[in-house]
C-alpha cells in the first residue's frame, strides 16, 4: 500500500509553519506525520494527513504552494536493528532512498517510517517480498 504525501514550499521566515498549521486545524485535519528541512531562504514541509485531499485544498486556497508525492510507510518492529534490516534490503536491491522520516504508530513495539525511493514499485516489491507490512493509514 502507498500514501500520499503534502509537500509544501514555505519562505524561512517567523510564523509560516505555524500558519499551515493553522490552516489545517481550521479545515479539521488533523497531521499524523510531519518533517521540515530548510535552507536560509526555504523550508520544505512534508506533512501525511488523515484527509490528505482536504489539506491539499486548504492549503491551497490559503496561497501554499504545494504538491502530493507518492510515498512508502512501512511498519517496523521498534527495536535496535529494525531499521537497520530494511536499510540492509534496500541496499542488496540497488534502491535508492530519497528521504526518509519517522511516526509513531499506534500499535505497540511499531513505529512507521515513512520512504521516498527513486523506485517506488522496486522497492514496494522488495518490502513486500520480505513480509515487512506497509500502513495503509495511521
Not at 512507521?112 to 522496486?122: G, N, P, S, Y
Amino acid at each position: 500500500m502507498e500514501l500520499k504525501q503534502i509537500t509544501v514550499f514555505l519562505e524561512n521566515k517567523v510564523g509560516r509553519l505555524g500558519e499551515v498549521t493553522r490552516v489545517l486545524a481550521e479545515a479539521g485535519v488533523n497531521m499524523r506525520a510531519i518533517s521540515i528541512a530548510d535552507t536560509a531562504d526555504f523550508g520544505i514541509l512534508r506533512i501525511i494527513a488523515d484527509q490528505h485531499d482536504a489539506a491539499l485544498r486548504a492549503l491551497s486556497e490559503a496561497g501554499f504552494t504545494t504538491r502530493i508525492t507518492t510515498i512508502a510507510a512501512v511498519e517496523i518492529e521498534d527495536r535496535p536493528g529494525g531499521l537497520a534490516h530494511v536499510m540492509e534490503l534496500f541496499q542488496k536491491s540497488q534502491v535508492n532512498i530519497e528521504y526518509l522520516y519517522a511516526s509513531l504508530e499506534n500499535k505497540a513495539g511499531k513505529a512507521v517510517v515513512i520512504f521516498k525511493l527513486a523506485d517506488h514499485e522496486k522497492g514496494l516489491q522488495i518490502l513486500k517480498a520480505n513480509g515487512l507490512s506497509m500502513a495503509d493509514s495511521f
